[in-house]
């Protein structure tokens, strides 16, 4: 039954991109990625094009933020997955953590998920190979040399402490 599960029927408790005017930088670089495009055919100059790839790179970067009805993180009686990671099991967990890291001005809020276990004996399924249309599209996910699993909770639709929460209440519950 565990090797059926995929990103995209994972149930349980779940996380989405939210949608905000944050995401709105994403839609102005589509549109100069088309405007530079069409200047580059209808006058025929080559140097419209270098604006255009930047645009279109930036745009092509985002476009997971855009998909908001996607489960993104989330957990179930498995364990804790995670798009394009997979799902790490309970046991397998030292600790879940929400870290606030400061950057200019703001403050940004990071789970962080402490493995106890070696990657490869953690998930319960993995997710990490990717469609090749997919490969350099925004990952929800890092991972530090000392197997600590961080993700940034600002983009989602739930408050950071909330996701922090429930991902510890099910944890103590799931493991015992």
Known sequence: ?????????????????????IYFPVYVTA?????????????GAIYWLAPAAAAAGFTYYN????EAGRPTIGANQYGIFIQAFGLIRW???????LVEIAERAMTVH??????????GSALVAD?????TYRRLMRLPWRMDHRGVVRVNLEPFDRAPDEIHRTFLRMWRYYRS
């Open 127 to 131: 997710w990490r190979k990717r469609p």
């Open 91 to 97: 046991r397998a967990i030292a600790r879940i953590d």
């Open 110 to 119: 990071e789970l962080q998920i402490a493995l106890n276990a070696p990657l």
């Open 63 to 66: 476009i997971p933020l855009l």
């Open 1 to 21: 039954m565990i090797a059926s599960l995929d990103e995209g029927n994972v149930g349980g408790y779940s996380v989405a991109y939210g949608r905000e005017d």
């Open 31 to 43: 549109a100069l990625a088309a405007i530079f495009l069409t200047a580059t055919w209808i006058t």
